[in-house]
């Protein structure tokens, strides 16, 4: 699939070169001999797990679960380089752009704004299955835009809110997140670009640290470094305290309803430690994911946790709501805790099934980073049904 959407890009460029990039991707695509604990695991999936769903009428058709056109997929080191680095993933992201906005006119999921005491957060829909965000303090007027990769979605939301932007906080460089920063910051002539110097983030204005502050109206915004998905990668807090509200985070590829990033530019120690700095916080704090993963990570938390009853409830809610094509976010932070696996490397029932075993160095850490990169190995394997 890779290779064909690449060679696509380079239409006009000569066959050759296509040529030359399907093999580039055949190899780094290469099967691999499966593990025995993959095959154990998918062994005991229950039957019911692999059963088809009945067809949805056009209206509740459920599209975002078709994972194909996702650059993140798992395709090999080689796209994932030419993605991030070169002329081509920009070409493959405008390409994303111009299907999502013919099959989604009006966004691959129904959301609803969240109000607190004159703050508002307003999901924004994009492309097959990313989020934006608009965070708006309704007294100012003020709107910051979160991984704004569409921009004309992201534009027509300022205007019917009737806001001023004035700030993009950027979580990483991939197209599917910064992509809306050209045009946007353009069109708004005060908007700053915030983000990592360590990233490449696109249109960078204004370069954040850890623990650096965005004030914005009454908005006080605290960017986390949270490296592993990328080298560069940031999460942003906003403060409740100020606005009397419970405090929201928006986690970008690090953590989603019940899942995590991939680790492309880190290793396991380095995504453990990042997310044991969402740990941190509280469990009222209202999580705000880059993607909607929800269903397809939910299922996967049962094949490693299938006794987990939290993880039960949680499914039969998030079904629910995509039979209606209605967004999942946000889940809290308390929450997660309770079901996403990648939260949970310190749980003796998740060790037990999937830990280091023998010869374990016996340092915590350590092994719940074993414990985190197994987990991240089955996901990349695991298709759900």
């Known amino acids: 699939m890779a290779a064909v959407v690449a060679a696509t890009a380079l239409k006009g460029r000569g066959a050759r070169n296509a040529r030359v990039l399907r093999g580039i991707l055949a190899g780094a695509t290469a099967n691999k001999a499966s593990h025995n604990r993959i095959r154990a695991l998918q062994s005991h999936s229950s039957p019911e797990g692999k059963e088809e769903p009945e067809p949805l009428s056009p209206e509740l058709e459920y599209i975002p679960r078709r994972r194909g056109k996702n650059p993140m997929k798992a395709v090999g080191l080689a796209w994932y380089s030419l993605y991030t680095r070169t002329w081509l993933g920009y070409l493959f992201y405008r390409q994303q752009l111009r299907r999502a906005r013919n099959r989604y006119p009006k966004g691959h999921s129904k959301t609803q704004p969240r109000l607190f005491n004159g703050v508002k957060v307003l999901p924004i829909p994009v492309l097959s299955d990313n989020y934006s965000y608009l965070i708006i303090d309704t007294q100012a007027q003020l709107a910051v835009a979160v991984d704004p990769s569409d921009p004309r979605a992201v534009q027509a939301s300022i205007e019917k809110e009737g806001v001023t932007l004035v700030a993009i906080l950027c979580t990483h460089k991939h197209w599917d997140h910064s992509g809306g920063n050209r045009d946007l910051s353009r069109r708004h002539r005060d908007c700053r670009v915030y983000g990592s110097p360590q990233d490449g983030i696109p249109y960078l204005t204004h370069p954040l640290c850890h623990q650096d502050v965005v004030s914005v109206g009454r908005l006080q915004i605290r960017a986390l470094a949270t490296p592993g998905h990328t080298q560069g990668h940031l999460v942003y807090l906003l403060d409740g305290e100020p606005y009397k509200g419970p405090s929201c985070l928006f986690s970008g590829d690090l953590l989603f309803l019940s899942g995590c990033g991939r680790t492309f530019e ?38 490693v946790e299938p006794e987990n009853l939290a993880r039960e409830r949680k499914m039969q809610w998030v079904q629910r709501q995509r039979m209606e094509r209605k967004g999942t976010c946000p889940s809290t932070l308390g929450e997660e805790r309770s079901y996403n696996p990648f939260l949970r490397t310190h749980c003796l029932e998740l060790q037990e099934a999937l830990g280091p075993g023998p010869g374990s160095t016996g340092d915590d850490d350590c092994s719940r980073a074993q414990l985190l990169e197994e987990l991240r190995r089955l996901k990349d394997m695991h298709k759900s049904k």
Request: aromatic share 8%; no cysteine.
């Open 266 to 303: 880190g290793n396991a120690e380095t995504m453990l430690s990042s997310l044991d700095t969402v740990l941190g916080l509280g469990d009222d704090t209202l999580l705000w994911p880059g993607h909607e993963y929800a269903e397809e990570n939910l299922g996967f938390a049962g094949v």
